[in-house]
DNA sequence: CAAAAACTTGACTACTTGGTCAAAATGCAG
DNA sequence: CTGCATTTTGACCAAGTAGTCAAGTTTTTG
């Protein structure tokens, strides 16, 4: 009976080989590369063949469609993606914990721009592939926090402020530096690359947004 | 020699006609219909023609090629877009120039949400098709009102704050809103089409934004 | 109104690209 | 080492799409 575990069972965990581990990772790594840079109809199967070094029926071995490695990989780093935002402490200082946040929404803009690349892309064209993630799983969490931030502004610990515009600007600014790199390096030359760009940025970032959410007395 | 100024010249204005100026419009705004949404690769000749009422090879009279009618689009798009920047007066109240600045963008974003989302889409891949505009003609653009932000913060009407990342702040918080739309629809349900929402949404980033700026005395 | 110019289109071509397939190569358990 | 399962690939196909072209239709002009 030890054998037949190899075979398909119904719900089995799909045992998955060495082989299949290396090649799976090297083909979602090729595509985030490439998806993040040309979109989904802008990518070919050949180009994260070739970048993953393989040939094109070797990939579709592994992923027998085109939107399989592209959904794999939206779902792979949605979550990892929304964990700061899981992470906003309702009994935390909220100036304390929104700091975090936005501090650490801005280090994950640096250091995955692609990730940030490949969910912009995709919510601007209608997010056909993830529309039932958003709702079923974003929306919830945002509300929850909402709700915290709302209760933060009650106790008058924050200046009166819409929760939800407040998260939303946190996105955009934060993530603006990965999606709209071009333009920021078109703006700003050289300094992008320079060290201690990305802790200036950091402290423009928070010192706008905080200074606006203060409470004032 | 009337007649001769009808055939081409050199560097004559090129004369257009009655029914060149009415199709190349139908297809330049269908065109930013079907390319803000699916993307330059995602979009078909097809489907524009569809769109402007005509048949691929009329359209390919006035446009032989699909680049150009981006092209064209994303120049058409990209000055009228940044016209609210360069009405920033450096004379005016500090305060009051950023208001206006940013409310112009929100309208802008609810009102010509394709236009954002063309350019947004734009950039994000890379800028290939306007990247000489963004040095030659955004940068300094961008530079000179920089260079007000700077000065007002020097004469202590503005809290210290670095201007570029203020103006990257501005454009990210109100773009956002046109870009992301369906993010935004998502998680606000179906406040985003009430009337008001344009305000509500002005008035906390507003709200944000200069309460993050005003000079603390 | 007649000729010229401008406009329109059905049919077609060349090329790209997602996906198939059968056969070969490799890995692995006994 | 042997035989079975897994992995790999060259050759191929069908669909989709940018762009052409020659032949027609409409508009403009003298």
Redesign the interface.
């Known amino acids: 009976m030890a054998r037949a575990e190899s075979k398909k069972l119904k719900d089995a965990p799909e045992k998955t080989t060495r082989i299949q581990e290396i090649n799976r990772r090297l083909i979602l790594d090729a595509a985030l590369d490439v998806f993040s ?6 990518t070919t199967i050949d180009q994260i063949a070739e970048r993953a070094g393989m040939s094109k029926p070797n990939l579709l071995y592994y992923f027998p469609r085109k939107q399989n490695i592209y959904v794999t990989l939206l779902e792979e780093t949605l979550t990892e993606w929304l964990a700061p935002l899981a992470e906003i402490d309702a009994e935390g200082d909220p100036i304390e914990q929104l700091r975090k946040y936005i501090t650490l929404k801005i280090n994950m803009s640096e250091t995955h721009p692609e990730a940030s ?1 490949l969910f ?2 995709e ?5 056909p592939a993830i ?1 039932d993630f ?2 079923k799983y ?2 919830p969490l ?2 929850e926090k909402a709700g915290v931030i709302r209760r933060w502004v009650g106790e008058g610990k924050l ?1 009166p ?2 929760p ?3 998260i ?2 946190i ?3 934060t ?3 990965a ?2 790199d ?3 390096r ?3 030359g050289s300094q992008v690359g320079r060290p201690g760009f990305k802790e ?2 950091a ?3 928070l ?7 203060k409470p004032r007395n």
């Open positions: 840079t040309y979109g989904f109809r802008g690349r912009a892309n919510i601007l064209h209608g997010a529309s958003l709702t974003l929306k945002v509300d200046a402020v819409d939800y515009h407040l939303f600007m996105w955009a600014t993530q603006h530096y999606d709209f071009v333009q920021v078109a703006i700003m200036q940025t402290q423009a970032v010192s706008i947004i905080l200074g606006g959410i």
